[in-house]
């Protein structure tokens, strides 16, 4: 017997002229609408009644990190700098979406038109004193005020 049973009459299919926002030009298109049927489906009884195993949690990267990162608000970490990819500079997290981290070079103090959006799955990121333990070079990035006072703060925090 069949853990999942599929309906074997015909159902009726509409179609119907509708307006869709998500299309972005606002126009009109038609298209199929039917109704599907809940199917009360457990992966756990499958995976059991079949002797097969669930894939690895690791193949699903592009699934959101943020929660399982721990990463805050707040937080800093050294991170690529974007004029001079060879050198660092320290960056506070400003804010999180999903797998993607709002930062702030450090220096920037409340000025929010360098912020910049990262992904944690590939940009280079690293926990403050990284580049020291890896003899990484940290710069401030272009635009940053190096006479602020910050800089000497940022660089003594990593």
Not at 70 to 95: H, R
Not at 119 to 145: I, R
């Amino acid at each position: 017997m069949s853990l999942v049973s599929i309906k074997q009459e015909a159902t009726p299919i509409t179609v119907e002229n509708s307006y869709s926002p998500a299309n972005g030009n606002g126009e009109h298109f038609d298209s199929d609408v039917s109704e599907a049927e809940d199917v009360d489906f457990n992966w756990d009884e499958y995976l059991e009644e079949t002797g097969a195993n669930a894939a690895p949690h690791t193949s699903f990267k592009h699934v959101e990190t943020s929660l399982q990162s721990s990463f805050q608000p707040g937080m800093k970490l050294e991170v690529a700098n974007k004029s001079s990819p060879d050198t660092y500079w320290v960056a506070t997290i400003i804010t999180t979406c999903g797998q993607l981290l709002l930062l702030r070079y450090c220096g920037y103090e409340d000025d929010r038109r360098a912020d910049f959006w990262c992904d944690v799955m590939t940009a280079d990121l690293h926990p403050v004193g990284w580049c020291t333990q890896n003899n990484k070079v940290l710069m401030p990035p272009e635009g940053s005020n190096p006479f602020s006072g910050m800089h000497n703060t940022c660089v003594q925090q990593s």
